[in-house]
C-alpha cells in the first residue's frame, strides 16, 4: 500500500477509537503516532518532537496559572457573580461563553484565548452547577470564530494572505475578512447554542486545574494570581516577540509558585497530562497525512473534477468542500498552502477575480470543527520531517 493509504487508513481507525474509546484517547493517539513511524510516514527519530514544543509548553504554563485562580479562591468568587448575570441555564452559560470568546478571539491569539478563559468557564459551570465539558467545547468553537473576523484572528488567515502575495496578488488587508467573519460568528453561535450543543452528551470532564477543594479566598494571593494572569494575557495579546506567548506562560507560572500561590506539587498536579500527550501525538497524525501526499491527491482531485470551463460557481462550491473536507486531517495551513495557488490559477484561466476564490480558501482551510486531529490547538510552526 502506498503511504497515503496507509496515513489515511491509521487515522480512520483513530477517528472510530477516539469515538468508541476502547482504550485511553491519549494512549489511541499515541500508538497512531508510533504507527506512523513504524511504516515510514514520518522519520521514527520524529515520532515524539512535537511532545517538545512550544504549544505544550504554552498549554502546560497556563493550565498552572488557571489553577492559581481556583487555589486563590478567586474563581469561586467571580463564577457566582457570574452566574447572577447567566443564571444556571446550561444555555446562557454557553451563549455567553461563545460571544465573549468569539469577541476576544478577534484581536487575541485564538489559543490563547481558550486556555485564559477555561478556568473561568469552568468555574461559572461549577456554579451553575452544570458539568463543564460542553461549556469548554463551545469555548473552543467561539475562539474558532472568532478567528475569522480579522486577519490576525488564527494564523491561517495571515499565512492565506502572505501565499496571495507571492502570487503576485494583493493580500488581504487587516479587516477584509470582517463581513464574512461575523457572519461566520452569528450563524456558529446561534446553531451551536441552540442545536448543535443538543448532539453533544456531557462527558463528565473536569479539567485537572479545577479538581481540587473550594479554597477560602485569599485576597492577597488571589491579586497576585489575578495580576499575573492579566499580565501573561496582555503579553500574549500583544503579540510580542521579545516574549513569545509560552515564555510569558511560563514566568507566570514561576511567579505563581515563587510567591506561593500554589506549592511546586500542586502546580505539577494542575497540567493535564492526558492534554500533552494527545496535542503531540496529534501533530504527528496531521503532519503525516500532509506527507504522505493527500493534501495533492485531493487537489489533483479537484483539477479532475473542474473540467476545462468550469463555472465560477462549481469553483466555488468544489474548492470550498475540498478545502474544509481536507482541513478536517490536515493543518489548516498547509490545506491553504495547497490550494491557494491551485484556486489562483484556475480563477485566472477562466478569467474571473481570483479574490473571491482566495476568500474561499480561506475560510474553508480554516474551518476546522469536525475531528480532533483539526481542532488540536497548535502554533508552533515547526514541521515534522517527512521520509
Not at 452566574?83 to 444556571?88: L, N, P, R, S
Not at 455567553?96 to 468569539?102: Q, R
Not at 473534477?305 to 474544509?324: H, K, Q
Amino acid at each position: 500500500m502506498t503511504p497515503m493509504v496507509l496515513a489515511l487508513g491509521i487515522l480512520a481507525i483513530t477517528i472510530i477509537c477516539f469515538i468508541w474509546e476502547p482504550f485511553p484517547i491519549a494512549v489511541t493517539a499515541a500508538l497512531a503516532s508510533i504507527s506512523y513511524g513504524l511504516l515510514g510516514i514520518v522519520k521514527m527519530n520524529t515520532v515524539f518532537a512535537a511532545y517538545d514544543n512550544n504549544t505544550n509548553i504554552l498549554l502546560a504554563g497556563m493550565m498552572i496559572v488557571g489553577a492559581s485562580l481556583f487555589h486563590t479562591g478567586i474563581t469561586d468568587a467571580i463564577g457566582k457573580k457570574m452566574v447572577a448575570i447567566t443564571g444556571k441555564s446550561e444555555r446562557n452559560i454557553l451563549l455567553a461563553t461563545l460571544i465573549v470568546s468569539c469577541v476576544l478571539s478577534s484581536v487575541c491569539s485564538n489559543i490563547g484565548v481558550m486556555v485564559a478563559m477555561a478556568p473561568l468557564v469552568t468555574a461559572m459551570c461549577v456554579s451553575a452547577g452544570i458539568g463543564p465539558s460542553k461549556a469548554l467545547l463551545g469555548l473552543l468553537f467561539g475562539a474558532q470564530f472568532g478567528g475569522f473576523v480579522t486577519l490576525v484572528g488564527v494564523g491561517s488567515n495571515a499565512a492565506a494572505a502572505a501565499a496571495m502575495g507571492e502570487l503576485g496578488l494583493t493580500p488581504f488587508g487587516f479587516f477584509s475578512i470582517t463581513p464574512f467573519g461575523i457572519g461566520v460568528c452569528i450563524v456558529g453561535t446561534l446553531y451551536f447554542t441552540f442545536i448543535g450543543s443538543k448532539m453533544i452528551p456531557d462527558t463528565g470532564y473536569i479539567p485537572e486545574f479545577a479538581k481540587i477543594e473550594k479554597k477560602e479566598l485569599n485576597k492577597s494571593k488571589a491579586a497576585i494570581a489575578s495580576i499575573t494572569m492579566l499580565v501573561v494575557l496582555a503579553i500574549i495579546a500583544s503579540g510580542s516577540k521579545l516574549i513569545p506567548m509560552h515564555v510569558a506562560a511560563v514566568l507566570g507560572a514561576c511567579v505563581i509558585v515563587a510567591t506561593r500561590c500554589m506549592t511546586m506539587k500542586e502546580a505539577l498536579a494542575a497540567i493535564d497530562w492526558n492534554c500533552l500527550i494527545l496535542v503531540g501525538a496529534l501533530s504527528v497524525i496531521s503532519s503525516g497525512v500532509q506527507a504522505s501526499g493527500a493534501g495533492q491527491a485531493v487537489a489533483d482531485l479537484i483539477i479532475h473534477i473542474l473540467g476545462d470551463n468550469p463555472s465560477p460557481f462549481m469553483i466555488s462550491t468544489v474548492i470550498f468542500w475540498a478545502a474544509a473536507g481536507l482541513t478536517q486531517i490536515m493543518s489548516n495551513i498547509p490545506t491553504i498552502l495547497v490550494f491557494m495557488p491551485i484556486g489562483v490559477s484556475i480563477a485566472q484561466e477562466i478569467g474571473v477575480s481570483p479574490y473571491p476564490v482566495a476568500m474561499i480558501i480561506t475560510l474553508a482551510g480554516a474551518a476546522s470543527y469536525a475531528t480532533p486531529v483539526c481542532s488540536s490547538p497548535k502554533y508552533d510552526d515547526r514541521r515534522l520531517d517527512p521520509v
